[in-house]
């Protein structure tokens, strides 16, 4: 029997509280997994950033990345890490340096989902580039601000065609707020999306691996409040639709760690920003949804590393595209989407290698959850945000969310793995 240990790196930038709890995590967990005809430890550690020869090993089984969305140099290891080396990496870096979220609109439209009516606007202002002015003088047309007002229909979103965090994101309500706001937008590009309103819900689905968390958002709350803590507020129907509908823009896009927001209207979901793929991780945000975060990142990491799973590096498009040709009805193609996305995911064996090799990841989450490194997490994750005289009002605040947690679910552990 060899023996062997799976090592997965953290690529990091300004997390704090996130890496604490993942790596006290793992250390108690203190795996020893029976793997075929291996015996398998796991360890993790945070990636550097140095200069790097392009043929030089990887110490790597599976990397987190939470950097490479906007630093380059280690976005540019990641992806010589898997060409050269075979590095399982989430998410795929190709996928989320290529596809902002207005490509990530078309293809959904493209499957059929019920994205809103949406427009992409020439810059209102541009950077001095070569061949720029006798370009835009020879092709560029003039057009009536007005005119793509009254055709979408006020009111509408102004929003950034690569966004994240509600950035630059404006509700525009007639020509004035139009003008006002394109006006404002200088050389960014930018969408108009028709707004659902009203509607009955606003949910935020997170999904890590085929593990998905559904949650009800305020996104005009304070960013500590945004992630409602309600559970149980969707029927079973609409959470198996939304989570089918994460499987599907995830695989899709080969997106291992992904959000999609979705508005609820008159019975439908409309997916309206599911471009995420580095979603918020921070204690801050999540409070009462962080710890189903570590115990998820946990759980697919190990399970990706143990068991050398193969990278996805091509997104393989055609078989949802022959799906969303033919004549089924939207209903059940979506049911066709989750497969593909499932049989990608492997969820059943995932689930059960959890089962088998990590039972106890739930007693030892509920404990670590209410010991004094979360507690020392969450006030120096709240030292680097909030002023002096905030931290320990905003400390006791973010473990007591984390307390009610425990209380309602981490005592009873996930259903899904029991």
């Given at each position: 029997?060899?023996?062997?240990t799976?090592?997965?790196g953290?690529?990091?930038g300004?997390?704090?509280?996130?890496?604490i709890?993942?790596?006290?995590?793992?250390?108690?967990l203190?795996?020893?997994?029976?793997?075929?005809?291996?015996?398998?430890k796991?360890?993790?550690e945070?990636?550097t950033?140095?200069?790097?020869n392009?043929a030089q090993p990887?110490?790597?089984?599976?990397v987190?990345?939470?950097?490479?969305?906007?630093y380059?140099?280690?976005?540019e290891?990641?992806?010589?890490?898997?060409?050269l080396?075979?590095?399982?990496?989430y998410?795929?870096?190709?996928s989320?340096?290529?596809?902002?979220?207005h490509?990530s609109?078309?293809?959904m439209?493209?499957?059929?989902?019920?994205?809103?009516?949406?427009?992409?606007?020439?810059?209102?202002?541009y950077e001095?580039?070569d061949d720029?002015e006798?370009?835009?003088?020879?092709?560029?047309?003039?057009?009536?601000?007005?005119e793509?007002?009254e055709?979408?229909?006020?009111?509408f979103?102004m929003?950034?065609?690569?966004?994240?965090g509600?950035?630059g994101v404006t509700k525009?309500?007639?020509?004035?707020?139009?003008?006002q706001?394109?006006d404002?937008?200088?050389?960014?590009?930018?969408?108009l999306?028709?707004?659902?309103l009203?509607h009955?819900?606003?949910?935020?689905?997170?999904?890590?691996?085929?593990?998905?968390?559904?949650?009800?958002y305020?996104?005009g709350a304070?960013?500590?409040?945004?992630y409602?803590?309600e559970q149980?507020f969707l029927?079973?129907e609409h959470?198996e639709?939304?989570?089918?509908?994460?499987l599907?823009?995830?695989s899709f896009?080969?997106?291992d760690?992904?959000?999609a927001?979705s508005?609820?209207?008159?019975?439908?979901w409309h997916?309206?920003?599911f471009?995420n793929?580095?979603?918020?991780?921070?204690?801050?945000?999540l409070?009462?949804?962080f710890?189903w975060?570590?115990?998820?990142?946990?759980?697919?990491?190990i399970?990706?590393?143990?068991t050398?799973?193969?990278?996805?590096?091509?997104m393989e498009?055609?078989p949802?595209?022959?799906?969303?040709d033919s004549d089924?009805?939207?209903a059940?193609?979506?049911?066709?989407?989750?497969?593909?996305?499932n049989?990608?995911?492997?969820t059943?064996k995932?689930?059960?290698?959890?089962?088998?090799n990590?039972?106890?990841?739930?007693?030892?989450a509920?404990?670590?959850?209410?010991?004094d490194v979360?507690?020392d997490a969450i006030?120096?994750?709240?030292?680097s945000?909030?002023p002096?005289?905030?931290?320990e009002?905003?400390?006791e605040?973010?473990?007591?969310?984390?307390?009610?947690?425990r209380?309602?679910?981490?005592?009873?552990?996930?259903?899904d793995f029991q």
């Amino acid at each position: 029997m060899a023996k062997r240990t799976a090592q997965i790196g953290l690529s990091l930038g300004a997390d704090i509280c996130w890496p604490i709890c993942y790596e006290g995590l793992l250390e108690v967990l203190d795996l020893n997994i029976r793997h075929g005809s291996d015996q398998v430890k796991v360890s993790c550690e945070r990636v550097t950033i140095e200069p790097f020869n392009l043929a030089q090993p990887v110490k790597y089984d599976v990397v987190i990345d939470r950097l490479t969305h906007w630093y380059s140099v280690s976005r540019e290891w990641i992806k010589k890490a898997v060409v050269l080396n075979d590095l399982y990496v989430y998410n795929n870096p190709w996928s989320l340096q290529s596809n902002e979220k207005h490509t990530s609109y078309a293809a959904m439209l493209r499957l059929g989902l019920a994205v809103p009516e949406t427009w992409m606007l020439p810059p209102k202002a541009y950077e001095n580039q070569d061949d720029l002015e006798v370009t835009l003088q020879k092709y560029a047309k003039m057009f009536s601000l007005n005119e793509i007002g009254e055709k979408i229909g006020y009111p509408f979103f102004m929003k950034p065609f690569h966004g994240g965090g509600w950035k630059g994101v404006t509700k525009i309500d007639d020509a004035q707020d139009l003008h006002q706001a394109y006006d404002a937008s200088g050389t960014e590009i930018m969408n108009l999306q028709k707004a659902v309103l009203p509607h009955e819900r606003f949910v935020r689905c997170v999904g890590l691996g085929p593990q998905f968390r559904i949650v009800n958002y305020d996104p005009g709350a304070p960013l500590h409040d945004r992630y409602r803590m309600e559970q149980g507020f969707l029927s079973a129907e609409h959470e198996e639709e939304l989570i089918d509908i994460g499987l599907t823009i995830n695989s899709f896009f080969g997106w291992d760690f992904n959000s999609a927001e979705s508005l609820l209207q008159n019975g439908t979901w409309h997916p309206i920003d599911f471009a995420n793929a580095c979603p918020d991780s921070q204690v801050t945000s999540l409070h009462y949804h962080f710890p189903w975060l570590i115990k998820a990142n946990l759980r697919w990491s190990i399970y990706c590393a143990v068991t050398d799973r193969t990278m996805h590096k091509n997104m393989e498009w055609d078989p949802f595209i022959k799906i969303a040709d033919s004549d089924r009805t939207q209903a059940e193609k979506l049911k066709a989407y989750a497969a593909i996305a499932n049989k990608r995911f492997e969820t059943e064996k995932f689930r059960t290698f959890c089962r088998k090799n990590l039972s106890h990841l739930d007693e030892l989450a509920y404990d670590f959850f209410g010991s004094d490194v979360m507690r020392d997490a969450i006030h120096q994750k709240v030292a680097s945000l909030f002023p002096k005289h905030e931290h320990e009002e905003f400390t006791e605040l973010f473990w007591n969310r984390i307390q009610d947690w425990r209380a309602k679910e981490g005592i009873h552990g996930d259903k899904d793995f029991q």
